[in-house]
Nanobody
């Protein structure tokens, strides 16, 4: 099965920005939409952004206008720019198929704190 390595997280002050990257272990089948998820301690993993192979994008209301998901189909990579970060954005961030059909990676930790 395809596996993922997420990177780009870290400690950032409120209002700061990070660029999260996703590296699949193999090619993603044509036509699959992908997504970024996040999970806070003690809570369910939730989808926050998705992007189709053709570039159609949808965001959860909690991140709309602050986060930007992008995809390079030719390079088999995708990422998410996360801006104007708030303490509530402190989560582990994961990438996967937009319905979570692949195995989950370890995620990348984003911590927003002064």
């Amino acid at each position: 099965q395809v596996q993922f390595v997420e990177s780009g997280g870290g400690l950032v002050q409120p209002g700061g920005s990070l660029r999260l990257s996703c590296a699949p272990s193999g090619p993603i089948p044509a036509g699959y939409a992908m997504g970024w998820y996040r999970q806070a301690t003690g809570k369910q993993r939730e989808l926050v952004a998705r992007i189709s192979r053709g570039g159609r994008i949808e965001y959860d209301d909690s991140v709309k206008y602050r986060f930007t998901i992008s995809r390079d189909v030719a390079k088999n990579t995708f990422w998410m720019q996360i801006n104007r970060l708030k303490p509530d954005d402190t989560d582990i961030y994961f990438c996967n198929h937009h319905e979570g059909i692949f195995l989950w990676g370890q995620g990348t930790q984003v911590t927003v704190s002064s």
